[in-house]
């Protein structure tokens, strides 16, 4: 607003100056009152569009501020989010650490124990025959050499210890110190750029609406409103606000996905993903279909750091892709530890697909290896696992980027194994029809 005032005060002086000279010259050069009257019109509408202009440049400028500013805010509190979990591991790894001192200094006291008791035994003996004196004297010297060596790695033990729990102590204190000064700062750009979800960028257009409360409602024999809809949109948005990284696909097709975790078959209301980054995805569906009754459960097959790599990041977000961050994205939204499983591996190893193959699934997401012979495995290897009447999706599916998931997708289609359910957005649904699964 005082840009705003700053800006009319100077165009109003400007425009006052311009019209004196112009009426100066105009009444100089003996013109008419009618013709200065036409020439003082014309500056004043010159100067009303160079002011406008000025105005909505101004405008612009302040609008990409305030999204700049909300995308630096996410990536701050993801960031501070990494450091939590991390010194929680790290927490975690001194506790264990001390754990086993504790067992080991227990260990030098039975030797401590056992040396004094030798020592009582040397010291009888002594008494008993005076003939194997210098003998014995060498001997208690040998113990008395070993309690000091016991003692000192004792001592060294608990010094290493006190400094582990000092350096704990003064990571939590800044920890604490950057949350607070962070959940401050977001306090305060929320109330001045009053974020909303269509800001995040996490709407979902008029198109898709329509296509979700018609088409897809009607596919999935579940009822859904555009009331309901905008629910699953506000939750997705908050979900990601709150959790550490991003959902891998747009808001439209979260949404469908929700929908039809909704709609699998209750006898299998189970969900198997390859392909887990954050695990955002996952707690999304956790607050859709699972929280209202508790029964949905994920495995969730990633290979985590093993493709990323300890110091790589997601392109996207910046953040590191770890199991621990997966973890404690699903602790953040209450999903319990008995009703979800992490793989950690590549979705061919036999290992994981033997991890995977103890029950069916009522929806499977394929989100891993986008290369026709990937998406191609990852179908021979898991349509076993789905369950009658449940649901296989394809993500990607027609992106240019992507070309062997739609040609791999086709020709799953054209073999008359699965029946298509459609195309919505960049996903690919197909369903069971009533393939058993094999038996063993």
């Given at each position: 607003?005082?840009?705003?005032?700053?800006?009319?005060?100077s165009s109003r002086r400007v425009f006052l100056a311009a019209v004196a000279?112009?009426?100066?010259?105009?009444?100089?050069?003996?013109?008419?009152?009618?013709?200065?009257?036409?020439?003082?019109?014309?500056?004043?509408?010159?100067?009303?569009?160079?002011?406008?202009?000025?105005?909505?440049?101004?405008?612009?400028?302040?609008?990409?501020?305030?999204?700049?500013?909300?995308?630096?805010?996410?990536?701050?509190?993801?960031?501070?989010?990494?450091?939590?979990?991390?010194?929680?591991?790290?927490?975690?790894?001194?506790?264990?650490?001390?754990?086993?001192?504790?067992?080991?200094?227990?260990?030098?006291?039975?030797?401590?124990?056992?040396?004094?008791?030798?020592?009582?035994?040397?010291?009888?003996?002594?008494?008993?025959?005076?003939?194997?004196?210098?003998?014995?004297?060498?001997?208690?010297?040998?113990?008395?050499?070993?309690?000091?060596?016991?003692?000192?790695?004792?001592?060294?033990?608990?010094?290493?210890?006190?400094?582990?729990?000092?350096?704990?102590?003064?990571?939590?204190?800044?920890?604490?110190?950057?949350?607070?000064?962070?959940?401050?700062?977001?306090?305060?750009?929320?109330?001045?750029?009053?974020?909303?979800?269509?800001?995040?960028?996490?709407?979902?257009?008029?198109?898709?609406?329509?296509?979700?409360?018609?088409?897809?409602?009607?596919?999935?024999?579940?009822?859904?409103?555009?009331?309901?809809?905008?629910?699953?949109?506000?939750?997705?948005?908050?979900?990601?606000?709150?959790?550490?990284?991003?959902?891998?696909?747009?808001?439209?097709?979260?949404?469908?996905?929700?929908?039809?975790?909704?709609?699998?078959?209750?006898?299998?209301?189970?969900?198997?993903?390859?392909?887990?980054?954050?695990?955002?995805?996952?707690?999304?569906?956790?607050?859709i279909a699972g929280a209202p009754e508790g029964r949905l459960h994920q495995?969730?097959?990633?290979?985590?750091?093993?493709?990323?790599?300890?110091?790589?990041?997601?392109?996207?977000?910046?953040?590191?892709?770890?199991?621990?961050?997966?973890?404690?994205?699903?602790?953040?939204?209450?999903?319990?530890?008995?009703?979800?499983?992490?793989?950690?591996?590549?979705?061919?190893?036999?290992?994981?697909?033997?991890?995977?193959?103890?029950?069916?699934?009522?929806?499977?997401?394929?989100?891993?290896?986008?290369?026709?012979?990937?998406?191609?495995?990852?179908?021979?290897?898991?349509?076993?696992?789905?369950?009658?009447?449940?649901?296989?999706?394809?993500?990607?599916?027609?992106?240019?980027?992507?070309?062997?998931?739609?040609?791999?997708?086709?020709?799953?289609?054209?073999?008359?194994?699965?029946?298509?359910?459609?195309?919505?957005?960049?996903?690919?649904?197909?369903?069971?029809?009533?393939?058993?699964?094999?038996?063993?």
């Amino acid at each position: 607003m005082k840009v705003l005032e700053l800006v009319i005060g100077s165009s109003r002086r400007v425009f006052l100056a311009a019209v004196a000279v112009a009426l100066s010259i105009a009444v100089g050069a003996g013109l008419s009152v009618g013709l200065i009257a036409g020439l003082g019109s014309g500056i004043v509408a010159l100067l009303v569009l160079v002011l406008f202009k000025f105005v909505a440049e101004i405008s612009s400028q302040i609008a990409g501020t305030e999204r700049t500013t909300q995308q630096s805010l996410k990536r701050v509190c993801d960031q501070l989010a990494v450091i939590d979990v991390e010194t929680d591991e790290l927490r975690k790894r001194l506790t264990a650490t001390a754990q086993r001192l504790g067992e080991r200094a227990t260990s030098l006291e039975g030797d401590v124990a056992d040396a004094i008791s030798a020592l009582e035994s040397t010291r009888a003996a002594i008494s008993a025959n005076t003939g194997i004196l210098s003998e014995h004297t060498t001997l208690i010297a040998g113990n008395i050499v070993a309690l000091e060596e016991v003692g000192v790695r004792l001592t060294s033990a608990a010094d290493s210890f006190e400094f582990q729990n000092q350096r704990i102590d003064s990571l939590q204190k800044s920890f604490e110190a950057t949350a607070s000064k962070a959940h401050s700062n977001s306090r305060d750009v929320d109330s001045l750029l009053g974020l909303t979800s269509q800001q995040l960028g996490r709407r979902v257009s008029e198109e898709d609406m329509a296509s979700l409360t018609t088409e897809w409602t009607d596919k999935l024999s579940l009822p859904v409103t555009e009331r309901n809809v905008r629910y699953m949109e506000r939750k997705l948005v908050t979900v990601e606000a709150n959790l550490i990284g991003r959902i891998a696909t747009t808001t439209s097709d979260a949404v469908l996905r929700a929908m039809i975790a909704r709609a699998i078959p209750k006898r299998s209301h189970r969900v198997l993903e390859i392909g887990v980054l954050f695990a955002v995805n996952a707690a999304f569906l956790w607050e859709i279909a699972g929280a209202p009754e508790g029964r949905l459960h994920q495995t969730l097959i990633d290979p985590f750091e093993g493709y990323y790599g300890d110091d790589a990041l997601d392109p996207l977000s910046g953040l590191p892709v770890r199991r621990s961050i997966a973890v404690e994205n699903l602790r953040r939204v209450g999903v319990p530890e008995a009703n979800y499983e992490i793989v950690v591996g590549y979705s061919g190893d036999p290992a994981v697909i033997d991890a995977a193959a103890k029950v069916d699934y009522g929806l499977i997401l394929i989100d891993g290896d986008h290369s026709y012979e990937g998406v191609v495995a990852d179908y021979r290897n898991y349509i076993p696992m789905l369950a009658p009447g449940g649901f296989m999706l394809f993500d990607d599916y027609g992106a240019d980027t992507w070309p062997g998931v739609a040609r791999a997708v086709d020709e799953i289609v054209d073999s008359g194994e699965v029946e298509l359910v459609g195309v919505f957005g960049r996903t690919a649904i197909v369903r069971n029809s009533g393939l058993e699964r094999p038996a063993g």
